[in-house]
């Protein structure tokens, strides 16, 4: 199998392209899935504070063979959070038994609270300090990328946002490139392929390829430079989930594909979570 890819970021750290998500999994799934993914050869885990399973990565941290410095640990400061986020780290990092983490990024703009500002200055003291090699931001749109550039001086380093191929994002994707963010896709599957699936194109490429359509949309990710981190608490989607190293999608099939989105969110727009 070709070697997974790996992406540098702008601030000279790298971060596996394919990592393993765990939201809506409890303690012991987080625990397993993260063990089952790390022997399958994943070395990158999207946690967050709100999941309240960041214990069970830290457990299998443990109980993995693979050496703490080969795993790339992302964890998220939750929205009540955002005016504290010393103590908040703190709590993440005690339940991951770590002393620091890969990146650490917040989760939401929540621009009513209009304290996002102040959340990113405290990470980057957080980042200066060596508790969080990197930090970046989740579900931020355009001005509130620009706001916090403008008023910090520091650009995150990772933009996650919802993105699959009913939702592309493609306008947002293409601005975070021209600065060096690097985009993440979250429910990268459409939690587990809502409206992808079935579509006539996917079920072709995969005939074509000998792959499912959950490998198909995981290789339409890397191909569009997106770090992806589709969830399973399942070994055997899991390994599957990783083994779409061995081929890539033609030009026209990245195109047929793009003809897919409508721009249906399934999760909630970043302009009204609060
Ligand atoms: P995904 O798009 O990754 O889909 C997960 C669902 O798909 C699960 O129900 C899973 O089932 C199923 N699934 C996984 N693999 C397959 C497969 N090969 N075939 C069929 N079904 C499959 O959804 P998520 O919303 O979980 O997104 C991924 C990750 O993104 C999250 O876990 C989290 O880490 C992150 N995230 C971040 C957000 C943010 O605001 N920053 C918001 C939402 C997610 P099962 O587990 O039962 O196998």
């Known amino acids: 199998m070709a070697e997974q890819p ?3 970021l702008h601030d000279g750290n790298h971060i596996p392209q394919l990592g393993l998500g765990v939201w809506q999994a409890s303690i012991d799934e987080a625990r397993q899935a993260a063990v089952a993914a790390l022997q399958v ?4 885990i999207d946690t967050a504070a709100i999941y309240k399973n960041e214990e069970g990565i830290g457990q299998a941290l443990q109980e993995t063979d693979v050496a703490r410095d080969d795993i790339f640990v992302t964890t998220k400061l939750w929205n009540d959070d955002q005016l ?3 103590r908040a780290l703190e709590t993440s990092l005690k339940k991951l038994q770590l002393p620091s983490v890969d990146l650490y990024l917040m989760h939401w703009p929540c621009p009513q ?3 996002y500002v102040q959340a990113w200055q405290q990470m980057i003291r957080l980042q200066e300090q060596g508790l969080t090699k990197s930090i970046g931001v989740c579900n931020f749109n355009e001005p509130h990328l620009k706001r916090l550039i403008e008023e ?12 699959h191929p009913m939702l592309q994002q493609r306008t947002l994707h293409a601005w975070n490139a021209l600065h060096q963010i690097q985009t993440e896709s979250w429910s990268p599957l459409a ?3 809502k409206g992808v699936f079935e579509q006539e194109v996917i079920k072709r490429l995969a005939q074509k390829y000998d792959k499912t359509a959950a490998q198909i949309v995981i290789r339409w990710h890397l191909d569009s430079g997106l770090v992806v981190i589709p969830k399973s608490v399942t070994p055997s989607r899991i390994a599957e989930n990783f083994a779409v190293f061995d081929f890539r999608l033609e030009k026209s099939e ?5 003809a897919l989105d409508s721009g249906n969110r399934l999760g909630p727009d970043p302009e009204e979570l609060n």
């Open 6 to 8: 790996i992406i540098k």
């Open 41 to 44: 050869g994943y070395r990158s």
């Open 84 to 86: 504290n986020a010393e």
């Open 113 to 115: 609270k209009d304290s």
């Open 152 to 163: 910090t001086g520091v650009s995150p380093v990772v933009n996650q946002i919802e993105l």
């Open 191 to 193: 939690q587990g392929g």
């Open 254 to 258: 990245m195109s047929e594909i793009a």
